[in-house]
Every structure is written in C-alpha cells, then in structure tokens.
C-alpha cells in the first residue's frame, strides 16, 4: 500500500506540474516577504547597516521614488548608499510606524523574483499623523542562498491617488 501511494505521488507530479516545488514556492515567498519587509523596518528605524544588508551592492541596483512634491532616482550601490546615509539614520526612529504590506503579488523565475504590494505606513510630523499606502515594486536576486533587492520603486498615496 505504502509503494503504491509512493508511485501515484510521483506520477501526480508528472501529471500535474504546479504541484512540483509549491512547499519550495511558500517557503521562497516567506523569504522574500521577509527581506522586503526587514528592509522596511530597518529604513523606518533608522538603522542604516541592516538596512543596507538587503541589497545588492553593484551598479546595476535602482532605487526609484514618487511622492506629492517630487521624486528621486538613484542608480547604482554607491549612489544609493549615499543618499541613504541622509535618511536612514537614527533619528528618523518614531517618525513612520510600518503598518504593514499587502495585496502582495509575487512572481519567481529561478534566482530572480518580481514582487508588488502595497505598504501601509504612519508618519508623525510636526504632531500630526498621517497614514499614507504606497505601491511598491522589488526586483530580487538570489545569491549564496539569499535573496537580495536589486530594484525598488515607492509610489506614495498623495502621487497615484
């Protein structure tokens, strides 16, 4: 009995491809969810080394943003290491609360993935807080076994609603 369920197993998953790698599938999109929204945190609370340590560090890395008044382009690790050094900093810690992701969609090609979603954020200013949903985009890389952002775009509330 036991061989013969071993045989109908093996043969579902010639028959039935997307049942193939589907634990692997929940387990990598855990992983990316989880640098993504590691990354996140570490830019809300200011700490600019663990933020850093979800990235690539080469120049082909892209960070892309829009906001009400404006928005910024960086192209390359050094390029964005240094105007992260300008906002990730310590005392920003307080100053935006995550609230969270969601309406996540997650498309994985081998050692690369595409994900979008949407971050739900607080900023407290000048005593005032104001709740702000982003679309967002992360292009992943796997690499030594981790998965690393090489592409982020933010697209804040006041800019696409």
């Known amino acids: 009995?036991?061989?013969?369920?071993?045989?109908?197993f093996v043969i579902a998953l010639f028959i039935c491809p997307?049942?193939?790698g589907q634990t692997d599938n929940a387990k990598e999109e855990a992983a990316i969810k989880a640098v993504i929204e590691g990354e996140i945190n570490a830019s809300f609370n200011g700490?600019?080394?663990t933020w850093a340590s979800y990235f690539v560090h080469e120049s082909y890395v892209v960070w892309m943003q829009?906001?009400?008044d404006g928005y910024g382009s960086w192209v390359?690790?050094?390029e964005i290491s240094k105007q992260a050094k300008n906002w990730v900093k310590p005392e920003r810690k307080g100053t935006i609360t995550f609230n969270g992701n969601y309406d996540y969609k997650i498309r994985i090609y081998n050692n690369a993935a595409y994900v979008?979603?949407?971050c739900k954020s607080t900023k407290i200013s000048q005593g005032?807080?104001?709740?702000s949903d982003a679309m967002e985009v992360r292009f992943l890389e796997k690499s030594d076994g981790g998965w690393k952002i090489?592409?982020?775009s933010s697209i804040y509330t006041a800019t696409y609603k």
């Open 150 to 152: 090489a592409y982020l």
């Open 128 to 131: 005032q807080s104001n709740v």
């Open 76 to 78: 390359g690790w050094d």
């Open 18 to 20: 997307s049942l193939k």
């Open 116 to 118: 979008s979603f949407k």
């Open 1 to 8: 009995m036991k061989k013969s369920l071993s045989v109908l």
């Open 47 to 49: 700490d600019y080394n």
């Open 66 to 68: 829009a906001w009400k």
